[in-house]
């Protein structure tokens, strides 16, 4: 088990706060000095305060600061992210789902579901993208077939079963 960190930002850092902002819902403005504490962060989720503040010119103070701002604004979290095999769930999967009606229910309802680690909407084949984890084949089909079908707004669902997990991290970085 290894400590990652997940963090978002604008895409543009020389676009204005007041531009982002407006584009992205109010997502606070990140500086370099930011930037690099996340990037920090996502190299060691565990890394010391004041070796953080070293590489970007802060105090350990600033830092601890900086880093509880961030978390309070929702911009990153610090997870702790474990091989789901070592940890007792045998079986993964990602379910496209179509969806009649209001997508976004659709959304919340599988977004309250503790087997579904990941709900994203998308545009193209499926409304929904939703990743499974779960103990065995059993369970992955009761949360399909009893669970997420049973949800007022699903017209239906298609599995892509895990085989191997090759590559999961949390790295993109800043860019």
Known sequence: MHSELVASRSADPRDSRESRESRNGGTPHLDAVSLGIIEQLQEDGRRPYAAIGKAVGLSE???????????????????????????????????????EGDVESVADALSAMS??????????????????????????????????????????????????????TYMWGTR
């Open 115 to 168: 087997e579904c680690e990941y709900v994203v909407m998308t545009a193209g084949s499926f409304d929904l993208m939703v990743e499974i984890v779960c103990e065995d084949d059993d369970h992955l089909l009761e949360v399909i077939n009893k669970h997420m079908r049973a949800i007022p707004g699903v017209r239906s669902t298609e599995s892509f079963v895990y085989l191997k997990l090759k590559k999961q």
């Open 61 to 99: 103070a600033a830092v601890r600061q900086r880093v509880q701002k961030l978390l309070d604004q929702g911009v990153m979290q610090i997870v702790a992210v474990t091989d789901p095999l070592t940890v007792g769930f045998r079986r993964q999967a990602m379910v496209g789902v179509h969806v």
